[in-house]
């Protein structure tokens, strides 16, 4: 039989001893740490989401109440996990190698979307043009286009841009190498956080260098 999983985003303080205490109260509503992912750093404070094994999904509310009651940590967010464990880093990899291993240009953008809005658990995901806010693929139900170009034209001029780290806390974009095209992601009141943005500019690099060399390819064949 499976045990009921559950992912906790944690707000804790950036200290020694911080995450003993919370691994403590895990254990003392009998539940076992069984994941780490430090999700982002600074100003004294850490946010990590952990994954927690309960032996019974009752235990969910008791579980926040114990963590919540260690001295500087609040509970962000608790979400069920249906089937294996998330793994990040790993699911990066993977969403790498299937978008490499594309070679027509929609399926690409198709992959893209659904591997994005999957490894991010995001609302929705789309493939837009920073002209005109067209989208050329979706998955979920984007903002209209007239939103996202506003967004997009407004977000890559800052000075973040290249961090990623523009725009509203829970819309989060990537700019391909050709410059004219971005992946965003919008997840309704979830925060992108740092770790999370890093890990989209990274797949929108392999998307966009993908993307580039099926498209030269397609223009020297049809030149040919």
Not at 130 to 148: F, I, K, M
Request: charged fraction near 25%; glycine fraction near 8%; avoid cysteine.
């Amino acid at each position: 039989m499976s045990v009921p999983t559950f992912v906790l985003r944690v707000w804790l303080p950036d200290r020694p001893g911080a995450l003993g205490a919370v691994a403590s109260r895990i254990g003392a509503v009998r539940g076992d740490l069984v994941g780490i992912d430090i999700l982002e750093t600074g100003g004294g404070r850490a946010i990590d989401e952990l994954a927690v094994e309960l032996p019974e999904e009752r235990l969910v509310p008791l579980l926040v109440q114990e963590v919540g009651e260690v001295d500087g940590v609040d509970v962000e967010e608790v979400r069920s996990v249906d089937g294996p464990l998330p793994d990040p880093r790993l699911d990066a990899l993977e969403t790498a190698a299937v978008l490499v291993e594309q070679t027509h240009v929609v399926d690409l953008l198709e992959v893209l979307t659904s591997e994005a809005q999957r490894d991010f658990a995001a609302d929705w995901a789309a493939v837009v043009t920073l002209q005109d806010g067209n989208v050329l693929v979706s998955t979920g139900e984007p903002p209209e286009p007239v939103w996202l170009a506003a967004f997009l034209n407004g977000s890559a001029s800052s000075t973040t841009a290249a961090n990623g780290d523009a725009g509203p806390d829970d819309v989060a974009f990537a700019m391909f190498a050709s410059g004219d095209v971005a992946l965003v992601l919008g997840r309704d009141g979830k925060a992108f956080r740092a770790r999370e943005r890093r890990q989209l500019l990274a797949l929108a690099k392999v998307a966009g260098h993908r993307w580039t060399e099926l498209t030269v390819s397609r223009e020297k064949l049809a030149a040919s």
